[in-house]
T-cell receptor, first 113, second 113 residues
Framework: AQSVTQLGSHVSVSEGALVLLRCNYSSSVPPYLFWYVQYPNQGLQLLLKYTTGATLVKGINGFEAEFKKSETSFHLTKPSAHMSDAAEYFCAVSTSGTYKYIFGTGTRLKVLA | DGGITQSPKYLFRKEGQNVTLSCEQNLNHDAMYWYRQDPGQGLRLIYYSQIVNDFQKGDIAEGYSVSREKKESFPLTVTSAQKNPTAFYLC????????????FGPGTRLLVL
C-alpha cells in the first residue's frame, strides 16, 4: 500500500530564509509525486510534480523538490521565503491502476517578518 | 478559460436534510473526484469516477452519494446519514493515467445549522 508522511504540521521561517517542507512516501512501485499549495478557503494549486526523468523538479513561485529514491523522500524547498508563501502545503502520491492520490496531512507554513 | 467550478461557495444544512454540492469541469477530463478536508487531516477521498455512469467509493463514502450522468458534471449529495458533515469539500478532475495532474475547484464549505 502507498502512503505519504509530512513531518511537521506547522513550520515557521523568517522572510528571506530557506523553506524546507518534508515529505516521505511509501510505495512498492515507482511513485509519481506531487506538491500542492492551498491558500485559505481556496482549492489546491499544483506547485510541481515528479513522474520520471530528472530527479530535481522545478515548480512555480521558485519552489523545487528532489526525488530521492534511496531515502523515499520528496522534500520541497525554496531558497528565500516570501510573505506570500504563507499557506498550507500538501504532498501526494499517485496510485497505480486506480490513479487515486494519497495525500499527506499537510504542513502549514508561516512566514515571519 | 478552462477550469472547475463548484457551487455554492457556502452551504447550510439543517438536521435531517439532504444537500447537493455541484461540480462542473470544462477540461474534457475523464476522471473526477470528491474530497473532504478537515483541519489537521488532509484530504480524504469520498468518491471518484473514471467514466460516465460509473463511480467508485473512496475511503469515507458512508453518508454520501454521487452521480455521473455527464462527463462534465459530478454532483455530490450529503445525506442525512452523514452525522458530521461540517467540512470543506473539494472537487477535482484529471485525465486518466497515474502521472496525470489533478486540478481542483475552489471548494464548498458546508455548515450545519
Amino acid at each position: 500500500a502507498q502512503s505519504v508522511t509530512q513531518l511537521g504540521s506547522h513550520v515557521s521561517v523568517s522572510e528571506g530564509a530557506l523553506v524546507l517542507l518534508r515529505c516521505n512516501y511509501s510505495s512498492s512501485v515507482p511513485p509519481y509525486l506531487f506538491w500542492y499549495v492551498q491558500y485559505p478557503n481556496q482549492g489546491l494549486q499544483l506547485l510541481l510534480k515528479y513522474t520520471t526523468g530528472a530527479t530535481l523538479v522545478k515548480g512555480i513561485n521558485g519552489f523545487e523538490a528532489e526525488f530521492k529514491k534511496s531515502e523515499t523522500s520528496f522534500h520541497l524547498t525554496k531558497p528565500s521565503a516570501h510573505m506570500s508563501d504563507a499557506a498550507e502545503y500538501f504532498c501526494a502520491v499517485s496510485t497505480s491502476g486506480t490513479y487515486k492520490y494519497i495525500f499527506g496531512t499537510g504542513t502549514r507554513l508561516k512566514v515571519l517578518a | 478559460d478552462g477550469g472547475i467550478t463548484q457551487s455554492p461557495k457556502y452551504l447550510f444544512r439543517k438536521e435531517g436534510q439532504n444537500v447537493t454540492l455541484s461540480c462542473e469541469q470544462n477540461l474534457n477530463h475523464d476522471a473526477m473526484y470528491w474530497y473532504r478536508q478537515d483541519p489537521g487531516q488532509g484530504l480524504r477521498l469520498i468518491y471518484y469516477s473514471q467514466i460516465v455512469n460509473d463511480f467508485q467509493k473512496g475511503d469515507i463514502a458512508e453518508g454520501y452519494s454521487v452521480s455521473r450522468e455527464k462527463k462534465e458534471s459530478f454532483p455530490l449529495t450529503v445525506t442525512s446519514a452523514q452525522k458530521n458533515p461540517t467540512a470543506f469539500y473539494l472537487c477535482a478532475s484529471s485525465s486518466l493515467g497515474q502521472q496525470e495532474t489533478q486540478y481542483f475547484g475552489p471548494g464548498t464549505r458546508l455548515l450545519v445549522l
